[in-house]
């Protein structure tokens, strides 16, 4: 009977010291599975500071209560590369969101081009690393955009088109065509026909069409005011800054019309981009 007793003491004992010895050794992994596909997390980049609205860089609009909090990406069910709100001449637009997600679309701006075009002017720039830092960069409003130092020159200055820089990594078709052409700018109110004629040269009126392009202006007047299509015998030109407020000062214009352009049309409010030779 005493012996029994002692069989069972010592059986707990040694139970007791078995679980003691077991959950205080370490456990040994000796391999993670490697086959198993676990779904990758896309995530997106978007435009941020919309209070209502964003714009990510698959080109799809969204409200901002609406974008996924894991992923920041739009439903893919909401509007994509949408150009609401934009003037699709001047290629501006009065949202910033709307200009990002139109600006997206590779009908609209074309990927290679922009990827190669420098950020800023200086040849020690670096380049755009995507085509959604090109787009999202491009349509903040900027000091071209302003009037007075504190005002916009119109609700459409949200804009993305393409800019030339002084590193000409984009060759313009417009400037291909002008070989032999000089342009010139006219003073306030002057015709071109005057403003080639003080130059020892006379205006040349085929060439009229070629620099009547946003590209062009901009690339030879200031253009405070942004780009705009219109339509006068007097353009392409550039509003005075003196002008009436109604006149956009600063803005540039081209015309939507190519047969009304003329050597001889002027108007007393604007500065002439002349082609001479």
């Not at 596909?37 to 209560?65: M, S």
Request: positive net charge; aromatic residues 8%; hydrophobic residues 30%.
């Amino acid at each position: 009977m005493g012996r029994s007793r002692e069989v069972r003491i010592l059986d707990v004992i040694f139970q007791i010291l078995w679980a003691v010895a077991f959950f205080n050794s370490p456990i040994k992994i000796t391999g993670i599975r490697k086959d198993i596909d676990l779904p990758k997390k896309l995530i997106c980049r978007n435009t941020v500071q919309g209070r209502y609205k964003l714009a990510d860089d698959n080109g799809y609009i969204c409200t901002a209560l609406s974008v996924s909090p894991w992923t920041r990406c739009c439903p893919e069910s909401g509007e994509r590369f949408s150009c609401q709100g934009c003037n699709l001449i001047s290629k501006c637009c009065n949202s910033y969101e709307y200009c990002v997600s139109c600006c997206l679309n590779p009908s609209v701006t074309q990927e290679d081009l922009v990827l190669k075009l420098k950020i800023a002017k200086p040849v020690t720039a670096g380049t755009h690393s995507s085509i959604f830092d090109f787009c999202s960069g491009r349509c903040r409003h900027n000091s071209a955009n302003v009037v007075h130092e504190n005002a916009y020159s119109s609700d459409f200055h949200h804009c993305y088109f393409l800019q030339t820089n002084s590193s000409g990594l984009i060759e313009s078709n417009f400037e291909r065509r002008l070989t032999g052409i000089d342009i010139l700018i006219g003073k306030q109110g002057e015709s071109c026909n005057l403003a080639c004629i003080s130059k020892g040269q006379s205006c040349v009126s085929n060439k009229l069409s070629v620099i009547n392009s946003c590209e062009l202006l901009e690339k030879y007047m200031s253009c405070k005011g942004s780009c705009f299509a219109s339509m006068g015998a007097d353009q392409p030109a550039e509003v005075v800054n003196n002008a009436p407020k109604h006149m956009y000062p600063g803005a540039c214009l081209y015309s939507q019309t190519d047969s009304v352009l003329s050597c001889e049309g002027f108007h007393p409010q604007t500065k002439r981009l002349c082609p001479c030779a």
